[in-house]
């Protein structure tokens, strides 16, 4: 049996005393903010720090590595960009017992899509997002050996997935193998295009239905669009709202079925992920994997 999919372990612990004295001993003028454990994913522990900003930490050594992309690229990438990000305001570096870089960020109000969808008008909003972002990245560009890359290159992972799967549930069918196989064998006809990397709905924050800001941006890379892409079909539940994103952003048929297959990769990484000791990441996978088969 293929092993399951487990959020990982932190291999520091980071706790709001810790916090306090990275600020204190590196950013003395705001150590009169208090400060508010706020969230923790699999690479990063971001604290609240006062009403307005946030401390964004690594939790692992890969979450270490990825960082340095967010903080060399993503205050570059900001400007340009017609939804917010939180492109770092202050760095901070090794001490107080923590051994990584970590970030002083925006704080950003909003929940993540998978709480509170986009409506049915956010379709363009999404698709002028990301024409805005895939542009081409300059050759030192961070790569990322994950996303961005040939679909067939995940083949392993996925099916690793696949057999893990296939003893908890029968919802990943010849239909959904299908979306994956014509994913896998669609040319690709883009590639050295800055993408997020990362762009499930918990990276994806929304007000009032309105898409507001996409965040978490360690996997940021030049590569193929596609694995981006296929956030048309994780957050947007209109079919009309994907049909416009997808008329609006423009695209040849190979890549939309590239995205299609990249979708299917994260409906079963979310999946297994989901039915092993995250319940949320399924009701993602199955949002998703509802809208391709759709």
């Known amino acids: 049996m293929a ?16 916090v306090h004295q990275l600020i204190r001993r590196q950013h ?32 692992r050594e890969i979450g270490a590595r990825l960082i340095g992309s967010e903080q060399v690229w993503l205050p570059i990438l900001a400007d340009r960009l017609p939804l917010q990000t939180p492109a770092p305001l202050r760095l901070g570096v090794p001490g107080a017992r923590y051994p990584w870089r970590w970030s002083i960020v925006p704080w950003i109000e909003g ?53 893990f799967l296939k003893t908890r549930t029968d919802l990943m069918d010849d239909r959904a193998l299908a979306i994956w196989d014509a994913g896998v064998a669609a040319p690709q006809d883009l590639s050295g295009l800055w993408i997020h990397g990362d762009p499930h709905p918990r990276n994806v924050l929304v007000a009032a239905g309105r898409l507001k800001a996409f965040i978490d941006w360690g996997d940021m890379a030049q590569g ?41 990769y994260y409906v079963a990484v979310l999946l297994a992920t989901g039915l092993t000791d995250d ?6 996978a199955v949002r998703t994997l509802n809208r391709l088969l759709g």
Not at 50 to 59: I, K
Not at 248 to 261: E, P, Q
Not at 279 to 284: F, G, L, R, S, T
């Open 111 to 163: 929940r993540t899509a998978d709480l509170d969808q986009p409506d049915s008008s956010q379709g363009l909003v999404l698709a002028d997002f990301f024409r805005a972002l895939h542009q081409p990245a300059p050759p030192e560009a961070p790569r990322n050996p994950f996303r961005g890359v040939a679909l067939s290159t995940r083949q392993e992972m996925f099916h690793t997935q696949l057999d």
């Open 3 to 18: 092993p399951s999919p487990q959020t990982p372990p932190a291999e520091i612990e980071v706790d709001t005393d810790l």
């Open 28 to 59: 003395p003028d705001l150590v009169h903010l208090p400060v508010a454990f706020e969230a923790s994913g699999w690479d990063n522990i971001t604290f609240r720090l006062g009403g307005d900003l946030a401390v964004r930490l690594p939790r």
């Open 224 to 264: 193929d669009p596609a694995s981006d892409l296929a956030a048309i079909w994780m957050l947007l539940d209109s079919p009309l709202a994907r049909q416009q994103a997808m008329e609006a952003y423009g695209a040849s048929d190979a890549t939309w079925a590239r995205a299609r297959g990249w979708a299917m």
């Open 279 to 284: 319940p949320a990441m399924k009701v993602i």
